[in-house]
């Protein structure tokens, strides 16, 4: 027995390539109603053509799908077959002998197998892809691949070769035909443009007519990389102000300066740097958030001894891509111009600390010293000075207020103190608030304002056969006086006592008295 193809062309319906001479018989059985294509025909070798064989066909689909005239063993095909969902059918058939019912041959296996048409579209299942890619990455650099499925027989014929082309994209991109490689096709700036819309189409049959096809957008990020370096927004930044620092120096912020890098994130990351002269009255350090340079003040500037300071500023990139770097350092300069702004200033004592002395005892009204103090500001305003008196100090001295002349008002006794410890003032006549304050040490001197005296009364005896020169008693004395080198005194007999005395007094120079007979 054998099968043979009755119908050269396709068989299946379901394809609009489908020729016009395909058109359906008609069939009918058991008052069934068919549209079917012949396709196949069975024939035994023994069948003589006199309609004596009758011809069975059995298995998948026998009698529905697949319908077959006994008589001449003709088969049908009934309905659209999907080689998707069953691509072969197992069937069998028989020629019997109609008189007898007896096979005339033993029964045959065929197997009919469906043959792909294209009727499946490519189809991109991961679609829509987002990919990421450095920018100015070389022509030809890979940056993602697309792929599409298709259900059609892909050892059979063209219908699942697919063939990628770029519909949107040029001439950035590029997609290898067979692959779906997507590559760079040109160097992209990320600063000039950063997202690009790729759309991707899939045609099966190889691209050719009665082919299928898909399409996929393809969202392609340019990642950044350094590239450029910072620049500051000015080349010279003038008339910034600092206005001078008072007494008690804090390092405040004093001015911003910014430098713009038209990458981002880390690659847009700068240090800031103080050059030249500057940099021992200047800092100035980064702001991380704001990438802006905050110039600090490192000491207090003065108006009136510098007035305008310019400063050479330069800002480096903090991380640099060594590719680049052949194009010129990634750093930027330029001049900052500050003026230092007029404060109005309190006065200023010529000395922080004044040491005066004064001789104990000097008449009230003496002079001790002078202190002086001036207004720093242009406008040099006369000050005024005056004691800060303790509630407990007794006032030793006053001051003169116009001139800052000190003098005693009462005499004074090293005994008692030997140093006063004062603070003077001078204040603005202007401005009350501008005052200053200086310490003025007075040492009191010492003048010999005090007699010896005998530390106690002496009560000496002698043996009555004492004899001439010998040793009765020591003597000695003290006094309140200062002395640097110690006291010296002269000792002698009093003058009554010096007439008719058996006792001498020897002076041995260290205060030791000898009184001998
Ligand atoms: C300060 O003024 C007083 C009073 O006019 C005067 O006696 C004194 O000599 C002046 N002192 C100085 C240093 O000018
Ligand atoms: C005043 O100052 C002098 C010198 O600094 C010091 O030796 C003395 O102890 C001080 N006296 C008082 C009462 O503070």
């Avoid at 053509?49 to 063993?73: P, R, V």
Wanted: hydrophobic share 35%; charged share 25%.
């Amino acid at each position: 027995m054998i099968l043979s193809e009755v119908v050269q062309h396709r068989l299946c319906l379901n394809s609009q390539s489908q020729p016009k001479r395909n058109i359906p018989k008609f069939y009918s059985s058991r008052n069934v109603a068919y549209f079917s294509v012949l396709c196949l025909q069975l024939k035994s070798d023994l069948d003589k053509q006199d309609g004596n064989l009758k011809y069975i066909l059995t298995g998948e689909g026998a009698g529905s799908i697949f319908i077959i005239d006994e008589s001449n063993g003709k088969i049908y095909v009934t309905q659209k077959l999907d080689r998707e969902k069953k691509a072969f059918y197992t069937l069998r058939a028989q020629a019997i002998n109609r008189s007898t019912q007896l096979p005339v041959e033993p029964e045959s296996e065929f197997i009919i197998k469906v043959r792909d048409v294209n009727d499946h579209e490519p189809q991109f299942l991961d679609g829509p892809y987002v990919a990421t890619v450095p920018e100015m990455s070389p022509e030809g650099t890979s940056v993602t691949q697309v792929t599409a499925t298709d259900g059609d027989d892909p050892s059979y014929g063209n219908s699942a070769r697919l063939l990628y082309s770029l519909i949107q994209g040029q001439p950035y991109f590029s997609v290898e035909p067979k692959t779906g490689v997507i590559r760079m096709a040109s160097q992209m700036d990320r600063e000039t443009k950063d997202q690009y819309l790729v759309i991707i189409q899939a045609k099966d049959m190889v691209g050719q007519t009665g082919a299928f096809s898909a399409t996929a957008t393809v969202t392609i990020n340019l990642s950044d990389i350094n590239d450029n370096p910072p620049k500051f927004q000015q080349r010279e930044y003038s008339l910034l102000t600092v206005v001078e620092v008072l007494r008690k120096f804090r390092s405040t912020v004093a001015l911003l300066i910014f430098a713009e890098d038209s990458d981002i994130g880390e690659n847009a990351a700068m240090n800031y740097f103080i050059e030249g002269d500057s940099s021992d009255v200047f800092d100035i350090i980064t702001n991380n958030e704001t990438q802006e340079g905050i110039i600090l003040l490192k000491k207090r500037v003065d108006y009136e001894s510098k007035r305008r300071y310019s400063i050479r500023a330069k800002v480096v990139n903090r991380y640099i891509d060594d590719r680049f770097l052949k194009e010129g350092p990634f750093e930027d300069k330029t001049i900052v111009k500050i003026n230092v702004e007029d404060a109005d200033e309190p006065p200023v004592f010529t000395l922080e600390n004044y040491v005066m002395e004064i001789a104990e005892g000097a008449m009230t009204g003496s002079l001790v010293g002078v202190v002086t103090a001036r207004d720093p500001d242009d406008d040099d305003c006369p000050v005024r000075y005056s004691i800060v008196h303790g509630m407990h100090l007794k006032r030793l001295f006053s001051i003169n207020e116009h001139n800052g002349t000190i003098i005693t008002t009462k005499p004074l006794d090293r005994e008692i103190a030997s140093w006063h410890n004062i603070t003077v003032t001078a204040t603005e006549t202007r401005n009350a608030e501008k005052i200053s304050e200086a310490n003025v040490y007075i040492q009191v001197l010492d003048v010999n304002d005090h007699a010896p005296e005998f530390p106690k009364y002496y009560e000496t005896f002698v043996c009555e056969n004492a004899v001439s020169g010998q040793l009765i008693q020591s003597i000695s004395a003290v006094d309140q006086d200062d002395s640097a080198e110690g006291h010296h005194f002269y000792f002698s007999l009093a003058q009554e006592a010096t007439n008719n005395s058996h006792f001498t007094v020897k002076d041995n120079q260290g205060g030791v008295i000898h009184v001998a007979l």
